[in-house]
Every structure is written in structure tokens, then in C-alpha cells.
């Protein structure tokens, strides 16, 4: 007999930027607004490397509950014996040293997309995860959509026949004059420092979409790592501003398209008048689903007798708690439902498939000739990294 109180995760937010504020926010939304009655959350912690009175501003404007603890330092955060799980939401390029900072110090982790900069890095911190014998999982939020879910069931249940082609694009327009980008060159998205370039940010929604169509779906036993074809423009700090790549799965006979760019956008007029980001394409029929790559709201089924079924999911949002609500709460809750059943590892987004999508982009990364700095590509641990410190 199902127990009626709902399993409780005690979260500790491992940064306190834009992306912590949207997922914690998501945390302390009502689960019952989503339809979700067997799971909850509680924020614990959070820690900013830089100062305390940072996660102490961190935490009331999130409006955690008092007993939210504020640290000013990522080993203090891992330390606390009142948490669960570490939510690792600094940029990519410090997650591998924060992510095994938190596994080494036998918590369980949720680490933001990218998962790392490089495959050897990936493989790492699942090595850790299960001789540690904690959870561990990538947060692809778009994985946990209960969207996503629906095409993946329909894929599988045949509804569009064999599927042979994904196309899936996620780029912004942010052409500038004289060469340029609308970011300064410190900015995350084209700072090689902090991993920067379309691919990682952005292009890891576009693979996600193929991975998860053209991957995901197979047996087990009969899953494959792709062959990868890319072409890639650099910008003049060195980031990738232009990636595509085409990955080949030929035992399925199928290919994945995936399309990012800091140029152009997936959407023109923001109004979807560019039709669908993503199209799925198989010998009966294709689905396409509309709106941005990370977080789409409707998808079509189209098939070639004529018949098209247009299906809205849109994101539950908390009005006694302002309208809170982004999508970001279903991947929690997965993480929640994982605890709870001892799983280590999601199904949704299994360990292997992380790091099968890091090494394409790690390959793609390589035929573009893009490289990183080795402070953030060295797959070696070091507690007392500047990236866990917060000092240089």
C-alpha cells in the first residue's frame, strides 16, 4: 500500500545565479499545482564560493523558509549532513570539479547541463557516483517534460512508423555589427574560460532532442554511438558561435541533424512564424514540436494520410507563490522519485547516454578545432581548485 505522505528531498543549491534562482524557485512551487502528490521538496542550503551574505541575499529573494541555511563556501555546503542532494548550478565549465567535490563527499548530485566540457570528465564522475554508491544525474530539465515523454511513448509505440530522421535547431540572434555578437567577450556564452560557445549552452538542447528520438528509444543491447560529421565557425575568442552536426546511427539507418547558432535565431519574431524547432521524421508520419528546443509547449502529429493531432502541454504555474513555475520542478521530482526508490541513476537519462552526448560534443568540439584552458578540461579532482574555491 502507497504511503500518502509524499517522500520529502532536503536540496542544497550549490551557487546562486539566474539558473539557482529558476530551479529553486521551481522547488518551492506547490507540487499539487503539477498534479504531483507523492513527492516534495525543501531547500536546505545554499552557498555562494564568493560570500555568505551572497546566499544569504540568494535565499530571501527565492523566499526560502527560514531554516535555509547560507554558507560562503562549496566545501561547507557538501559537509552538511541536513541535505540530500546537491544541486551544482555554476557555469559548465567549473562542473566537473564542483560535481565530484559533492560525490566525494558521498552526496548525492544533480548537475546542470553540460554535464562537463569533455567525455573524460563525464566518465569520471560516473566512476565516483557508483563507487560511492550516490545518485548522480545530468539536468537536461527538457528530458523530464511530460511533453518529451509523450513523443518518446508515441516513437516507440510506432505511431509515426520507423523513424529515420530528427532535424532539431536552438539558436539565437544575437548578430552584432563589426563581427561581433551582442555578448561581451567576458560573457559565459563566448568566454573560453567558462566553456563558452553555442555548442554547450545551447547545442546540447538540439542533441538532446536527437539523442533522445534516435537513442533513447532503442533496446538496450542495441544502442549505438554515433558516427559525427560537424562543421564549426569560431568566434574571435576562440568559442564555437556557429556548430552543426550531423550524427549517423547506421545499424537504425537514421540520421540526427543538430543546428545552433549565436547568429541566427531558431525563431525570428519570437512569435513561432519559423515553425517547428524540432521535426522527427519517420516512414509514416513526423512529429514536431514547437517552440524552443529547452522548454517546447506544443507538439504536432502529422501523418500521411492527412490526419494531424495538435497537442498543448503547457507548464503548471503557482499563483499563491507569484506565478513560480518554469518546467524546472519535473526533473527534481524525478530525482526525488529516484531517492526514494534507491536508483542511482535516472532512466530517463541514464549515466551511459551522458556520456555518449559528451562525446559527440567533445568530437564536434575537436573537428572545430575549439579548445579549452586546462584548469577546466583536466579530468584530475582537486578539492582546492580555484573552481571550488572561488579564489585565484
Given at each position: 500500500?502507497a504511503s500518502?505522505t509524499p517522500?520529502?528531498?532536503r536540496?542544497?543549491i550549490?551557487?546562486t545565479?539566474?539558473?539557482a534562482?529558476?530551479?529553486?524557485?521551481?522547488l518551492l512551487?506547490?507540487?499539487a499545482?503539477?498534479d504531483?502528490h507523492d513527492?516534495?521538496?525543501?531547500?536546505?542550503?545554499a552557498?555562494?564560493?564568493?560570500?555568505?551574505?551572497?546566499?544569504v541575499e540568494?535565499?530571501t529573494?527565492?523566499?526560502?523558509?527560514?531554516?535555509?541555511k547560507?554558507y560562503?563556501?562549496y566545501?561547507?555546503?557538501?559537509a552538511?549532513?541536513d541535505?540530500d542532494?546537491?544541486?551544482?548550478?555554476t557555469p559548465?565549465s567549473?562542473?566537473?570539479q564542483?560535481a565530484?567535490?559533492a560525490?566525494?563527499?558521498?552526496?548525492n548530485?544533480l548537475?546542470?547541463?553540460?554535464?562537463?566540457?569533455?567525455a573524460?570528465?563525464?566518465r569520471?564522475?560516473?566512476?565516483?557516483a557508483r563507487a560511492k554508491?550516490v545518485?548522480?544525474?545530468?539536468?537536461?530539465?527538457?528530458?523530464y517534460?511530460?511533453l518529451?515523454?509523450?513523443?518518446?511513448d508515441l516513437i516507440s509505440s510506432g505511431a509515426?512508423g520507423n523513424?529515420?530522421r530528427?532535424?532539431a535547431?536552438?539558436?539565437?540572434g544575437r548578430d552584432?555589427?563589426?563581427?561581433?555578437v551582442d555578448?561581451?567577450d567576458s560573457?559565459r556564452?563566448?568566454?573560453?574560460?567558462?566553456?563558452?560557445g553555442?555548442?554547450?549552452d545551447l547545442?546540447i538542447?538540439?542533441?538532446?532532442?536527437?539523442?533522445?528520438?534516435?537513442?533513447?528509444v532503442?533496446?538496450?543491447?542495441?544502442?549505438e554511438?554515433?558516427k559525427?560529421v560537424?562543421?564549426v565557425?569560431k568566434?574571435?575568442?576562440?568559442?564555437?558561435?556557429?556548430t552543426?552536426?550531423i550524427?549517423q546511427?547506421p545499424?537504425?539507418?537514421s540520421h540526427?541533424?543538430?543546428l545552433?547558432s549565436?547568429?541566427?535565431?531558431?525563431?525570428?519574431?519570437?512569435?513561432?512564424?519559423s515553425g517547428?524547432a524540432?521535426?522527427?521524421?519517420?516512414?509514416?508520419?513526423?512529429?514536431?514540436?514547437?517552440?524552443p528546443?529547452y522548454?517546447?509547449l506544443?507538439y504536432k502529429?502529422?501523418k500521411?494520410d492527412?490526419?494531424v493531432?495538435?497537442v498543448d502541454?503547457?507548464?503548471?504555474k503557482?499563483?499563491?507563490r507569484d506565478?513560480?513555475?518554469?518546467?524546472m520542478?519535473?526533473e527534481?521530482d524525478?530525482?526525488?522519485r529516484?531517492?526514494?526508490d534507491g536508483?542511482?541513476?535516472?532512466k530517463?537519462?541514464?549515466?551511459s547516454e551522458?556520456?555518449?552526448?559528451?562525446?559527440?560534443?567533445?568530437?564536434?568540439?575537436?573537428?572545430?578545432?575549439?579548445v579549452y584552458?586546462e584548469v577546466?578540461?583536466t579530468d584530475v579532482?582537486d578539492?582546492?581548485?580555484?573552481l571550488?574555491?572561488?579564489?585565484?
Open positions: 500500500m500518502s517522500y520529502t528531498v536540496w542544497g550549490m551557487a545565479g539566474w539558473i534562482e529558476v530551479f529553486t524557485k521551481d512551487a506547490n507540487p499545482v503539477r504531483v513527492v516534495r521538496h525543501e531547500v536546505a542550503a552557498a555562494s564560493s564568493s560570500s555568505k551574505d551572497r546566499a540568494f535565499l529573494k527565492v523566499k526560502a523558509p527560514d531554516s535555509a547560507a560562503g563556501s566545501h561547507e555546503l557538501v552538511d549532513p541535505i542532494i546537491i544541486y551544482v548550478a559548465h567549473h562542473h566537473f564542483n565530484m567535490l560525490l566525494e563527499a558521498g552526496k548530485v548537475c546542470e547541463k553540460a554535464l562537463t566540457v569533455n573524460a570528465q563525464a569520471k564522475l560516473v566512476e565516483t554508491g545518485f548522480f544525474m545530468e539536468a537536461v530539465w527538457t528530458r517534460f511530460p518529451s515523454i509523450q513523443v518518446r509515426i523513424v529515420y530528427t532535424i535547431d536552438l539558436s539565437v552584432a555589427p563589426d563581427g561581433k555578448f561581451p560573457n556564452m563566448v568566454n573560453p574560460d567558462l566553456a563558452g553555442a555548442l554547450l547545442g538542447y538540439a542533441l538532446t532532442w536527437v539523442f533522445q528520438t534516435l537513442y533513447h532503442q533496446p538496450e543491447e542495441q544502442k554511438s554515433p559525427v560537424a562543421a565557425n568566434y574571435h575568442t576562440g568559442a564555437d558561435e556557429t552543426s552536426i550524427v546511427f545499424q537504425h539507418k540526427g541533424i543538430a545552433t549565436l547568429r541566427v535565431a531558431s525563431d525570428v519574431d519570437g512569435q513561432g512564424s517547428a524540432i521535426r522527427i521524421q519517420g516512414s509514416e508520419g513526423e512529429i514536431q514540436v514547437i517552440g528546443a522548454c517546447p506544443q502529429v502529422i500521411k492527412g490526419k493531432d495538435v502541454c503547457p507548464i503548471p503557482d499563483a499563491e506565478g513560480w513555475g518554469q518546467g520542478f519535473w527534481a524525478e530525482c526525488a529516484c531517492l526514494r536508483s542511482k541513476e535516472s530517463s537519462l541514464p549515466w551522458s556520456v555518449v552526448i559528451m562525446e559527440v560534443m567533445e568530437e564536434t568540439l575537436r573537428q572545430g578545432e575549439v584552458p577546466i578540461a579532482f578539492a582546492q581548485s580555484p571550488n574555491t572561488g579564489k585565484r
